[in-house]
Structures are given as C-alpha cells and as structure tokens.
C-alpha cells in the first residue's frame, strides 16, 4: 500500500525502521509484545503515516494543542467555536473539588482563562458517558464558584467591593469521540451550543454556556463531502485517521501542516510514543471499566424503574380488581334483597288476595272449589 502521507512528511520512518529500534531494546519488545496485535498494528501504522495519528489522544492532544507552548492554535479553535476573538491569558490548574471527578471518564480536560476573566474547561471523551447534561451542568455549577471565589478574593486584596457584575461567563466545551445515546437521535447535527431563554421573552446573562461537539456524528456527516469552512477543517484535525482526508486538509489549510509535522517529529522517538501510546491504552481501558459500569449501573437503574413501574401497575390493577370485587358484592347484596323485597311484596300481595277470594266465596255461599 503507497504511503502517500510520506509524500509531505518525509521525516516519517519506515515500518522495518521502527521494528528493527524497538526489536533492539529489551524494555521496548517486552512493551511492544504486551500489546495485542490489534494495537500492535494501531501504533505502527500511525508511526509510520499509513493512517493517521488520533489527535484526540491525551498526550498528542496536550502536545500539539498546548495552550502554554502554542496558544495560537487553541486560540484560533476556540474563537471559531464561540463565533468571537478569544485570546487564552492563562491555563489554570484543576485543582479543588472537581464534582464527581473519579467518575468523568475525561481523557483530556484543559481549564483556560481568557483575556475577558471568562473561564473555559475544555474536555475530551473517548466513551460518550452516562447522563451527559446533569454531569456537565454539575461541571459548570463547580466552575462559576471556583469563578465567583476568584472574583470575590480578587475584590477583597483590592480592598474594593464585590460585584456580581464581576462573575464572568463560564463554557463547558465536550468533544466527544464517541458520543452518548442522547446525541444519536439527531443523527444530522454534530455541534450542539446552549441558548438561555425564558418563555416571557425577558433577557438575562446566566454565564454558563455549553457546546457539545460529536465528532463520530461528524464524520458520518462528512462521507463524500469535502471540507466547506475552517470550523469543518478543525474538527476533521480532531477526527479522521484517513490519510485522504489528511491531505485533503492540509491542502486547503497549510496551517495543519505545520501541526502533523509536529506529530511525525514525536513519533521519531519511538520510546517516547510507545510510553504515550502505553498510557492511551491504560487510560481506555479504565475509562471502558467506568464506561461499563455506568452502562451496568443505567441499566439496572432502568430495569429497577420498569420493576417499580410494574409493581405499581399490579398493585393499581389489584386494587381496581379488589373494588370491582365489593362493587359486585354490594350489587348482588343489593339485588338480593331487592328480590327479598318483591318476593315478600308478591307474598302479601297473594295473600290479599286469597282473602279476598275467600270473602266473595262467603258472600255467594258458593262452596271451596276442590
């Protein structure tokens, strides 16, 4: 197969190259043959540029998108996705009380500051998790105190007052690789972007903002279409491993250029990317466990929800069943003694009657017929 990704970057090494370095350390065969075949081939083929390199891999991701080292290209992301300039001033750490943070299933979570005071988690998934929209408005919750504690101690070293004016907008901002079931029933849209609203038409700035980006639904999207704007260029960067679409890219944008190039140049260091691409595999493979359990734990929740639903529905038709029951008891009791009654009318109705025969019979001195 021609590996035509060689063609624009010749500082990409032969597959017999990297075999022959990894074959000649103990520690990098011993590394190399606790990978299945199936990821075997995965790291040699985006080694050696028959496919291409997953971005979205944490340390690639981190490496080529740095936001210390190359603020530009996140700045430039970032300011296509929020349709305005932003410009990072800082990334900050993750420190404090992430809510529920052992169970994000995250690969990738970048917090930046703009130049505004505005703050932004920028979050990569490689497994769609359970109920995306209350865990990332719990994100967003964490985020505007973590904003509101920055402000208010701001103003306190200031000596100045505090203002809720001074609490800047918030963005959770999800790629997702593979995207949760929610997202699947709009198999036409791939970038999803919040919008506060009341039904009276009032205006308020509520500071937190959401864009969930599905790029699995984007690459669906995609087949047999070309790239039409910046926006699609960017999240093709993120999402394809073709080497087509790569070119394609990189000749309608230059700019990507300069950022494969930059992969292929730490690809060169075998021992480095075997040990990046070890921690991707252990990182999956937690975040699989995570992402089972969740699955596990919907499901039971689901099934425990039908049971209780069913349970409700027995003990409705039951009680429908025992009312029906005294209803028909009642009627029978009802109808009994509306038959009591009538035969006790009929009763003394007869008997009127035979005395009333038996008085003609005297007055016509007839005698008892036999």
């Not at 490689?126 to 995306?132: D, H, I, M, S, T």
Request: charged share 35%; with cysteine; hydrophobic share 35%.
């Amino acid at each position: 197969m021609e590996n035509k990704l060689k063609n624009y970057f010749p500082l990409i090494r032969e597959r017999k190259e990297v075999l022959k370095e990894i074959g000649g350390n103990s520690g990098l065969q011993a590394l190399y043959q606790n990978w299945t075949p199936e990821w075997q081939e995965e790291f040699l083929d985006f080694c050696t540029g028959m496919k291409g390199v997953k971005i979205l891999y944490d340390s690639f991701f981190k490496e080529i998108m740095s936001p210390e080292y190359t603020p530009d290209r996140l700045n430039r992301f970032l300011s296509l996705l929020l349709g305005k300039k932003v410009v990072i001033r800082q990334v900050l750490p993750n420190e404090g009380g992430r809510i529920a943070v052992e169970s994000t299933l995250l690969v990738t979570d970048i917090l930046v500051e703009f130049e505004d005071g505005s703050l932004a988690d920028v979050e990569i998934q490689k497994l769609g998790y359970a109920f995306p929209g209350e865990r990332s408005a719990c994100y967003a919750a964490d985020l505007l105190l973590r904003q509101y504690k920055r402000a208010r101690d701001k103003r306190n070293r200031e000596k100045g007052k505090f203002s809720y004016k001074d609490i800047k907008n918030i963005y959770v901002i999800v790629l997702f690789e593979k995207s949760p079931v929610e997202f699947h029933s709009m198999e036409k849209e791939y970038l999803h972007k919040s919008a506060w609203s009341f039904d009276t038409g009032l205006e308020l700035d509520l500071l937190q903002n959401f864009i969930f980006i599905t790029l699995d639904i984007f690459q669906k999207n995609m087949e047999n279409k070309s790239i039409d704007n910046e926006l699609e260029a960017w999240l093709m960067f993120y999402s394809t491993q073709d080497p087509e679409r790569i070119i394609e890219l990189i000749n309608k944008y230059p700019m990507f250029i300069q950022m494969y190039g930059d992969v292929y140049e730490v690809c060169r260091n075998v021992e480095k990317v075997m040990g990046m691409f070890s921690e991707e595999l252990r990182e999956l493979d937690r975040n699989t466990v995570q992402y089972m359990i969740d699955e596990m734990q919907a499901t039971i929740d689901a099934q425990a929800a039908a049971l209780e639903e069913e349970k409700k529905r027995h003990e409705e038709e039951k009680k429908r069943y025992e009312e029906e029951k005294k209803r028909r008891e009642k009627e029978k009791k009802r109808h009994e003694e509306e038959m009591q009654e009538l035969i006790a009318a009929q009763a003394v109705s007869l008997e009127k009657a035979l005395k009333r025969i038996e008085e003609l019979e005297r007055k016509s001195g007839s005698e008892p017929a036999e």
